[in-house]
């Protein structure tokens, strides 16, 4: 599960049970649907085809795969048959798509159902992906599929031609759930991943894939880790959909520094507050748009935090104030950033103070709940 999984979750959870009946389709089964029905939402499996990369990553550069064009649109088609065939024999009244294909395969099901169907779209489709032709079908897609498109960033509208109507519905925290740590919690966080008494850690929560940065965060670590001795640095998050070798050059890294034993690696946690709560310090190091909502748990648990300054993340903090901004890709500048905060622990609480307050005065999930059932009530019927 990523950040957009967990918003899916989250939204469905607090949505009002007498005005909506929320019900997650899946395509396997997974943590999702295991969280899902924990929490006593409704859940749907409908398998889909699999879909074949459309892009081939040699020497720095995207190219176009046009076999994975033909089997995906093949594949988008089988899938928008079956998911047809599941909504017309239940009572589905409004579809809400998420991710590239589930746009594509879930509008046109919807369509062909006569159901009124909004993207929700809460990543950016790269622009060189398939050679630049993603871009252009999204583009297409989105004129003729959704009756209304979602996105949870400003920075997200670029990928839109005509960005007439669409809205802009932010992530939401519950600041209840993610809230300041007691001292036990740090120390069993602590405990559970190996990090001595004492020691100060700057960590990093969500996939691990070149977008994220997490590269470019042990870069600064291993920087730092002689001028701090007790310095650690903990990486949350596993590797998902074909990038497992990103990962394993993570860990490579790590070796070569010599600092293994200070390097922690946690995989996947279904409960992320856990691995917050061993941080001292939160980096998302992002390189390219990214919107994740890790920053603001991160900042709802009033953890300081130091971010990329790139499109998406830049809408969720104010620079200097609730959190320290560095150009995106500066190893330099993110190195410089951190040793500011760990050579000054009252600097870390009041940063961390200050972004708890904005969470909860901007980002709270009520007020985004409120936003999203206000649009689902005018497609109701």
Known sequence: MGG??????????????????PLLIC???????????????DVAIVPRPKFESVSWFISGRYIANPLGFIVSAVNILRAALRMQKYLQAHPVQIVITKGLMAHFYGG???????IPCLWFVQEEVDQHRGGGAYRFILAQGAKRLPSKIIVDALALLDQFPDREGIQVIYNGIDPDEFAPFSPRQKMDAHLAFHIPQGGVVIGQAGRLIPLKGQSLLLRAFIGLAAEFPDLHLILVGASLFGDEAY??????????????????????LPDVRFGLAAMDIFVQASVETDSPVAVLEAMSCALPVVVSGV???LEMVEPDSDAIVFPPGDVDALTLALASLLRFPSLRAEMGNKARASVIRKFSLQATTAQFESLLSQFAV
């Open 4 to 21: 957009v999984e967990y918003t899916t979750l989250r939204t469905a959870q607090a949505l009002d049970k007498t005005r909506f009946a």
């Open 27 to 41: 395509p396997a089964e997974g943590d999702l649907p295991r969280l899902a029905r924990q929490s006593g939402l």
């Open 108 to 114: 046109l099901a919807a369509r062909w159902s006569h």
């Open 247 to 268: 990962e394993g050059a993570l860990r490579a890294q790590a070796v070569r520094s010599g600092l293994t034993g200070r390097v922690h690696f946690t995989g996947f």
């Open 311 to 313: 499109r998406g993340s």
